[in-house]
């Protein structure tokens, strides 16, 4: 019997009178939020426009969660199209079900799409939004244990989460997993936040980092989990998934610093600076300013005689003066 442990809380929704607030769902918009926001400060950090993060979310998140929705029905589909089972529930995401993979894959197609809409590098982007992106991840896990679900195999450990008898679990004491991803993903936003002062990562590199340092912990967290899987070669589908993209992120991180190395110096155009008018009419540049002196020599070419002072040898002889000269000689 355990002296410690993590309950479960005793219902996943709160009630707001006639409005339902999921526990799961709150945990997502949490994160969110919060992803906007600490991204919105390193975008403009890097010399970006504010509100630009937001505005590229409104774009990524609706793509993220229909990709992580898709993820999750098409490699668990036997939950939702075996016999007995309501297909109708594939839609119900509050019930739970996000794949990262999908969220992510389908929110950087909805990021693209906003991007090029508003004439920014993608990968800057992406910088700027990877470790508020491994936050949310922090957040959103929390809901998982609003829902019961995700735990890993029994323990006795004192941090262990209490599950209670219900639709496809057992009552016991198993690993919180969920809190395990939960605190992996503050340190891989901690990691990004560190290697990207430090080594001034750019291109799409502090992305990259964010990405093959989940895979690492997922790896080793998704080999924890009890619930059901589709497995190959004896290893869980998401455990592979894992390998693949963490290869794949190290890859491009090896390869991008060699072939673009440094940072991108500018992250937004400045649409609002007018052009030079020279510039719009085609013209050829300007060459450096005139100034007082310049043009007093110009005039002194003009005229050697002109501000010569008199009395003195070559100097003022203005027209009268040489007129003057005329006649005595």
Not at 91 to 118: M, N
Not at 145 to 166: C, S
Not at 253 to 278: L, N
Request: hydrophobic residues 45%.
């Amino acid at each position: 019997m355990n002296l410690a442990s993590i309950p479960s809380p005793s219902t996943g929704v709160i009630e707001l009178g006639p409005i339902p607030l999921r526990g799961y769902a709150f945990c997502i918009i949490i994160g969110v939020f919060v992803a906007v926001w600490f991204g919105n400060k390193r975008w403009i950090a890097r010399g970006g426009k504010a509100g630009t993060v937001a505005d590229v979310a409104v774009w990524a998140v609706p793509f993220g969660l229909v990709g992580g929705r898709l993820y999750h029905v098409i490699t668990d589909y036997q939950l939702y199209f075996n016999e007995g089972e309501n297909w109708v529930d594939a839609f119900k995401i509050w019930q739970g079900g996000l794949g990262i993979w999908g969220a992510i894959a389908f929110g950087a197609v909805g990021a693209w799409i906003a991007c090029r809409r508003r004439g920014i590098p993608l990968p800057a982007w992406a910088d700027a939004l990877a470790p508020g992106i491994a936050i949310a991840q922090a957040i959103g896990r929390w809901g998982n244990w609003f829902n019961q679900e995700l735990y890993g195999k029994p323990t006795d450990l004192p941090w262990a989460v209490e599950i209670r008898e219900g639709v496809n679990r057992v009552a016991g004491t198993y690993h919180p997993t969920f809190l395990y991803e939960s605190l992996w993903c503050v340190g891989v936003a901690l990691l990004v936040v560190w290697a990207d002062r430090r080594f001034r990562l750019g291109h799409g590199r502090a992305f990259a980092l964010y990405v093959a340092a989940y895979c690492a912990g997922r790896a080793w967290i998704e080999y924890m989990r009890v619930d059901e899987a589709h497995h190959i070669l004896g290893l869980r589908l998401n455990v592979w998934t894992a390998i693949i993209v963490f290869v794949l992120a190290v890859v491009y991180i090896v390869v991008s610093a060699k072939i673009r190395p440094g940072r991108e110096e500018i992250v937004e155009p400045d649409r609002d600076t007018p052009a030079k008018a020279s510039d719009e009419e085609g013209s050829a540049p300007d060459g450096p300013a005139k100034t007082d002196a310049d043009e007093q020599d110009a005039d002194a070419k003009k005229d050697p005689f002109a501000k010569d002072e008199p009395g003195e040898p070559g100097k003022g002889r203005t027209a009268g003066s040489t007129e003057a000269a005329a006649e005595k000689s």
